[in-house]
């Protein structure tokens, strides 16, 4: 266990619908980061967020959101989903703003889009 | 921008040793990173190079020349269960991924 905490760990949905992914970090550390990994692709870094606020923006559609909550708990909308958004969703999460030691992932949501 | 640059499959005998190679573009550079991830699970970290020269960790040494671009992974005494990705990782203002080096370690 990386303590890192995802949820759903996989999820099946249809086009045209919204999901709520959830992360929740390790025990301290402030950063929160959201990847995506489509078949075959390497991990697409989407945004991160520190300690509340947003702080990186990566390539993140128009279609997804994503906020941190107090208790830094994290969350990634992804709504009128398409069948291209069928991948696995990564979070992970480091102590400070920079990732200089490395990230900690969580195990990933399988999303589906049908 | 980054770019990151590594092999796409990579075969090794059990025992041997393997060498994977990155070669990166960037605008600016605080270190890079290589990650080891088995299909359909997260990835885990292998090593952080900082400064240039050779990191030994265990079976698994990294190598850094941040004139030149590159960096490469050591995998030694290879075992069936090192067969996975190797993802190497710049890091500057945020984290960018190769797409990663699929190795098979066959018998």
């Known amino acids: 266990d990386s303590g890192v905490t995802q949820t759903p760990k996989h999820l099946i949905t249809a086009t045209g619908q919204r999901v709520t992914l959830r992360c929740s970090p390790r025990s301290g550390d402030l950063s929160v980061y959201w990847y995506q990994q489509s078949l075959d692709q390497g991990l697409q870094f989407l945004i991160q967020y520190y300690n509340g606020e947003e702080r990186a923006k990566g390539n993140i559609l128009e279609r997804f959101s994503a906020q941190q909550f107090p208790d830094l708990h994290s969350e990634l909308n992804l709504s009128s989903l398409e069948l291209g958004d069928s991948a696995l969703y990564f979070c992970a999460s480091s102590v400070g703003q920079e990732a200089n030691y490395g990230y900690t992932f969580g195990s990933g949501t399988r999303l589906t889009v049908v | 921008g980054q770019n990151i640059d590594q092999p796409t499959e990579m075969t090794a005998t059990e025992g041997a040793i393997v060498q994977i190679n990155c070669t990166y573009q960037t605008s600016g550079f605080n270190g890079l990173f290589w990650y080891q991830q088995h299909a359909g699970e997260a990835p885990t970290f292998l090593s952080y190079n900082v400064l240039d020269g050779l990191e030994e960790k265990g079976r698994f040494s990294s190598f850094l020349s941040r004139s030149k671009g590159y960096s490469y992974l050591l995998l030694k005494e290879l075992q069936m269960k090192d067969s996975a990705s190797y993802l190497c990782?710049?890091?500057?203002?945020?984290?960018?991924f190769g797409t990663g080096t699929k190795l098979q370690v066959i018998p």
């Open positions: 990782a710049i890091t500057y203002q945020k984290v960018t």
